[in-house]
């Protein structure tokens, strides 16, 4: 008798994927070398305005945001705030990332979340047919449409980043 053969390791972003009908292509890195966004992009032969971070922040008001930005870039608070209509917002310490999304730092994706939080995505990602994304672990990540990922998590587009 054969032996069954490994289900592919699907991740939970993938899985959502699917069911919704999403399309996507996934991309595997050693989930032992570098983590930062511009090294993973590098990795993949990626353009690096392509690749998208998740970063979660935390309001004045005690709300939780999600921004997806251009790995190379940084998020501007103040922007970040008015986009959301928040006084002021602030990144969460990553030792809450965790147990608030249910992601390790360098694995954390906007899809899957314990709890969908409202989500901005950098403006830029509507110039691409694909962006990437994390896939929830170190290691993966999905090269998906901007506005597959938009119209999944009900998400904005805003100018977010410094200048």
């Known amino acids: 008798m054969k032996m069954a ?12 994927l699917d069911q919704n009908g999403i399309s996507y292509a996934a991309h595997a890195y050693p989930a032992d070398g570098p983590t930062d966004g511009v090294s993973v ?13 998740t970063l979660v922040t935390k309001a004045a008001s005690g ?4 921004f997806d930005i251009p790995v190379a870039e940084n998020l501007d608070l ?3 705030a008015k986009s959301v209509g928040e006084k002021s917002i602030a990144m969460i310490p990553q030792k809450e990332l965790l147990g608030l999304t249910g992601y390790i730092h360098g ?3 906007p899809i899957g979340m314990k709890k969908q ?13 694909t ?9 993966a990540q999905v090269e998906l449409s901007p506005f597959d990922l938009q119209k999944l998590l009900n998400a904005e587009f805003a100018d977010v980043t410094a200048e």
């Open 5 to 16: 053969k490994k289900k592919e390791d699907k991740t939970n972003v993938m899985r959502i």
């Open 41 to 53: 992009a590098n990795i993949l032969g990626q353009d690096v305005e392509q690749v998208f971070k």
């Open 63 to 66: 709300n939780y945001y999600v």
């Open 78 to 80: 103040k922007k970040a």
């Open 107 to 109: 694995g954390c994706s």
């Open 117 to 129: 939080f409202p989500t901005v995505l950098h403006e830029t990602a509507q110039l691409f047919d």
């Open 131 to 139: 962006i990437c994304v994390s896939a929830g672990k170190i290691g």
